[in-house]
């Protein structure tokens, strides 16, 4: 089941559908507020936090170990394609991941899609 924290449109719909079916941690972050709005349940396995609890968080310092202010993507103009960096767990433990970040349409505006996996030692 979609992991959202509202009703959506069509193409919102189909592009959950196709995250929920992904192997890999899916979470959708408004850029502007920095907040979470949508999360597949692999990005809960892999932040030990069920997808649903991630929803409406602010991801600095809940599953990324960036300070506010200090994003990567909208403060710092960074691109993020296959980078290594990490989450952090429901203990605070940081998981290292490869990750990249797009940019899509959602919810009639532009969010942030990321997409992670565990990189295994």
Not at 4 to 14: T, Y
Not at 91 to 108: A, L, M, Q
Request: hydrophobic share 40%.
């Amino acid at each position: 089941m979609p992991t959202i924290s509202k009703h959506f449109n069509a193409a919102d719909k189909r592009l959950i559908n196709v995250l929920d079916g992904m192997l890999v941690g899916a979470i959708i972050i408004d850029p502007w507020s920095h907040t979470i709005v949508y999360a597949n349940a692999e990005a809960g396995i892999i932040v030990k936090r069920p997808a649903s609890e991630l929803l409406s968080h602010v991801c600095h310092n809940f599953i990324c170990p960036i300070l506010a202010g200090n994003c990567p993507i909208t403060e710092q103009g960074q691109e993020v394609d296959r980078s290594e960096r990490c989450v952090l767990d429901r203990d605070g433990n940081r998981i290292p991941i490869v990750k990249t970040v797009s940019k899509i349409e959602f919810d009639g505006r532009i969010h942030f899609l990321e997409t992670f996996m565990e990189i295994c030692d």
